[in-house]
């Protein structure tokens, strides 16, 4: 090549080298081993869009998002982008471990100032240990993530240096895995091992911030307005920023906040309402992200449906009207009563009321509430009276413009709480699963993970199988680590440590159903789907109660040797005795971790301090509360474990959670939660711009038919994703790659109900309606009311009636008519929810 027109590309070593096509040819070939992908195709698209200068880093990406363009011509595609992507990353990055956590620990800021990423006790421990750690990281597990699950890890979890990514995958998972486990090196490469092998992951922050030097570990926080006063106002408007600050959701309820004109005593005015106070909480959730641009702050307000200024909440995050009545930034829920459903189903009236002149009524449920809410109705002490059903529309229609509020059912969520001894639960949390109770003296937290249930999927004599076995292990590992977590999270507030240790609650999740299902070639609305989702939540549900049980037996002679030691050295004079005694009591202590609550009583001492009293210490568990038995082949085991639970207690008031899952499913390239498949075909968005990606379960059962070819899977895309119209796949396979557009949502509510079972906090439930109305939304929800679901909704997701023109595929075909299955509140016989 004329050296005037040679290109040129700079190395990572600083040297530059002519361009070389069979050196880049070389390079794919040697990635796309096993793979079904044209090598020569991907190097001749990168050396067309090769410039002089170009780096080599900068070449790696631009491979991996050619291929990453080119998945919907083969899933293999997909393998070789990440592979590109991981080379490349591996090339940037450090081979050791240790010398990672060096790097991370010699950070300086801008000014040149030390400023460690990392704990000094992460460090120490690393130094320490460096050449175990070292030999136990498994490079190869980097190439088992997705090309979109690195490009999420890139963008936000991996450390940076410089604005340099100088952390790999597995030295992520083994900085959580340390962060959580400390000196007990052993607990520690069991969970490393686990993440890495996708067995499990834990929540967003606990993987932003373990192992740093404010280990803010926990996702979930819960608080109550301190109180309706000016300082009471702005000290809750401060926890709630310190919280966003570290990474944390939050629900914060406002029922006791007076409404508008509402008399103030103080100063003789009069309340402006709830609007002006949600503004100044909007503006902090806008101003205060989660650890530097990583996720935008959130918070989610909860308010009684007989708060006198409902009907301005509900407009809240509406697209028109004045500006100074909206409060786009936060998320609206309703906590809605068995009797204000009562009234709208029967067409009753509904009583507007101020809690400063009707108290009480967010402090009770069921009966209680009903007389009180009642008596002050006969007292003539209301505000305004509305017809029930007139408010229920003003929701409905709130839902549909803008997908809020989210519903939940407070008489479900308290009846069927095992916290119900504590007091009045008040509200969820940011993403409608948690449900914990909170005061002003406590903020509740809830510590998270989630089950990655494709990983379990076995190969069986008849096809694949799920191991619930291994479940059942994974579990419980999961629950000694969230159980550590409680122990080593930094918290934000007083409010949150508090609550927190004294309550225990975590949240077991899951990700990854819809894979499932289709792995086992089973449709999301089958009778065998039906069964699998139950399984796999008593499951989970059983051998979470069961570790928590064998925490606290395992606590309860150290903690009662420990009390002993206690009460001794009150009475016991200066001398060796004593200091022995001292000695042994700060080596429990550093065991155990006591709290005062803990002491306060002389039985289940290893159990969480307000054990006794709730439904659990009695013997009751989340299916004794729906009214459910349990699968006859458990029945035993369950016999057991309660007599187990009423001896020994339970660790965690709380287990069960399923979350959204939102960023860590993509992590592990699983569909999100337990949601169906919302699509076939779907976007995935990256800092190079939009991919096309079609499911990839899908693509490969196609394949395997001799299906697979650019017509079927223009015709797939024109369908917006949906294969029911397309002649050429089999039934059994429409089956299976059925949408959640294409079933009817009494189908995802009854698999709700069914797991709600075994689920002893709540559910991230979104429904979808493609083209909602008030009369299919309405129906919808009573049916969720009537199952006895405590989130009755988290998102309504509808679809937009205009679809943007499809320009790669032929413009010849015609859709057949789409079926949407909705209902109306006239048609007895409506198949989508037959309520």
């Not at 390079?27 to 090598?39: A, C, F, G, M």
């Not at 607990?187 to 996708?198: F, L, P, V």
């Not at 959640?740 to 698999?751: F, G, N, P, R, T």
């Not at 689920?759 to 129906?779: E, G, H, M, T, Y």
Request: charged share 25%; with cysteine.
């Amino acid at each position: 090549m004329d050296s005037m027109n040679a290109i040129f590309v700079n190395k990572r070593d600083g040297s530059s080298e002519e361009v070389s096509f069979d050196k880049v040819l070389r390079r794919i070939k040697s990635l796309s081993i096993t793979l079904d992908v044209n090598p020569h195709l991907i190097a001749q698209k990168i050396c067309n869009q090769i410039y002089d200068g170009v780096s080599t880093t900068e070449l790696d990406i631009l491979g991996g998002e050619i291929c990453a363009g080119m998945i919907t011509t083969h899933p293999d595609y997909q393998i070789l982008a990440a592979r590109i992507t991981m080379s490349n990353l591996e090339k940037n990055t450090s081979p050791s471990f240790s010398e990672t956590i060096q790097i991370l620990y010699d950070n300086k800021d801008y000014h040149g100032v030390k400023s460690s990423l990392i704990s000094q006790e992460l460090y120490d421990l690393v130094q320490i240990h460096k050449t175990k750690l070292n030999s136990v990281i498994k490079h190869k597990r980097d190439g088992n993530i997705g090309y979109f699950g690195l490009k999420t890890l890139e963008r936000s979890y991996l450390f940076k240096v410089g604005g340099k990514i100088v952390e790999r995958p597995q030295y992520m998972f083994m900085r959580v895995a340390l962060g959580i486990h400390g000196e007990n090196i052993k607990d520690a490469i069991k969970t490393y091992d686990s993440m890495s092998e996708k067995y499990f992951i834990h929540a967003t922050p606990t993987l932003f911030n373990a192992g740093t030097k404010r280990p803010q570990l926990s996702s979930c926080f819960l608080l109550s307005m301190k109180d309706d006063s000016i300082g009471g106002i702005y000290e809750t408007l401060k926890d709630c920023a310190l919280i966003s600050k570290w990474a944390g959701g939050i629900g914060l309820h406002v029922h006791n906040v007076r409404g508008k004109n509402s008399l103030i005593r103080g100063t003789n005015g009069i309340s402006n309402g709830l609007v002006p106070m949600l503004r100044v909480f909007n503006n902090t959730a806008r101003y205060v992200d989660q650890g530097g641009n990583k996720r935008n702050g959130s918070i989610a307000i909860y308010l009684e449906p007989w708060h006198s200024d409902i009907e301005d909440f509900l407009d809240l995050r509406k697209n028109h009207g004045n500006e100074e009545e909206r409060a786009r930034d936060l998320f609206f829920a309703m906590w809605i009563s068995d009797l204000f459903m009562e009234r709208v189903k029967a067409d009753g009236d509904w009583t507007l009321m101020c809690p400063d002149e009707c108290p009480g009524l967010a402090d009770c449920y069921g009966n209680d509430f009903k007389e009180l809410y009642c008596r002050y109705e006969k007292e003539g002490r209301g505000k305004k009276t509305i017809k029930a059903q007139t408010l229920w529309k003003h929701i409905i229609e709130s839902q549909i413009e803008t997908g809020n509020p989210y519903i939940l059912f407070k008489d479900s969520c308290n009846k069927k709480s095992n916290q119900q001894n504590l007091g009045t639960i008040k509200s969820s949390n940011l993403c409608c699963e948690i449900i914990e109770y909170s005061n002003s003296e406590e903020t509740a937290v809830c510590n998270l993970a989630s089950v990655g249930l494709p990983r379990y999927i076995i190969k069986g004599e008849n096809g694949n199988e799920f191991d619930y076995n291994k479940l059942g292990e994974m579990v419980k590992q999961i629950v000694r680590n969230l159980n550590k977590v409680i122990d080593v999270t930094y918290y934000p507030i007083p409010e949150t440590k508090k609550s927190n240790t004294r309550h225990r609650p975590i949240g077991i999740g899951v990700q990854g159903l819809a894979d499932v299902f289709a792995m086992l070639k089973i449709g999301f609305d089958t009778p065998e789907a039906k069964e699998v989702n139950i399984k796999i939540f008593e499951t989970i549900y059983y051998y979470s109660l069961e570790t928590s049980m064998e925490i606290s037996k395992k606590r309860e002679k150290p903690m009662r040797k420990y009390k002993e030691i206690c009460e001794t050295l009150i009475s016991i004079m200066d001398g060796d005795e004593k200091n022995a005694l001292i000695l042994e009591k700060e080596q429990l202590e550093k065991e155990l971790l006591p709290i005062r609550e803990e002491l306060d009583r002389d039985k289940f001492l290893g159990s969480y301090s307000s054990f006794e009293g709730s439904p659990v210490s009695q013997g009751i568990l989340q299916f004794d509360m729906w009214g459910v038995e349990p699968n006859k082949d458990m029945k035993s085991k369950w016999v057991k474990l309660v007599k187990d639970i009423k001896k020994f207690g339970i660790r965690n008031s709380l287990l069960v959670a399923p979350m959204p899952t939102a960023s860590t499913s993509q992590i592990l390239s699983n569909n999100e939660c337990f949601e169906p498949y919302t699509s076939n075909i779907y976007i995935r968005r990256t800092l190079a711009g939009e991919f096309i990606v079609i499911n990839e379960h899908l693509v490969r059962d196609l394949l395997k038919l001799g299906l697979w070819n650019q017509e079927l899977k223009d015709k797939i895309i024109y369908y917006d994703g949906s294969v029911q119209q397309i002649d050429e796949i089999p039934d059994n396979i429409k089956v299976i790659y059925k949408t959640v557009w294409e079933m009817s949502q009494k189908v995802l509510i009854d698999m709700a109900a069914d797991r709600g079972a075994f689920i002893c906090q709540s559910q991230s439930l979104n429904l979808f309606i493609a083209r909602p109305d008030v009369a299919k939304l309405s129906s919808m929800h009573f049916y969720s009311w009537n199952k006895g679901l405590k989130t009755g909704i988290y998102y309504l997701r509808s679809r937009s009636v205009a679809k943007a023109q499809q320009v790669t595929i032929d413009p010849g075909m015609e859709k057949k008519e789409e079926t949407i299955l909705a209902c109306k509140l006239n048609d007895p016989d409506c198949l989508a929810c037959g309520s």
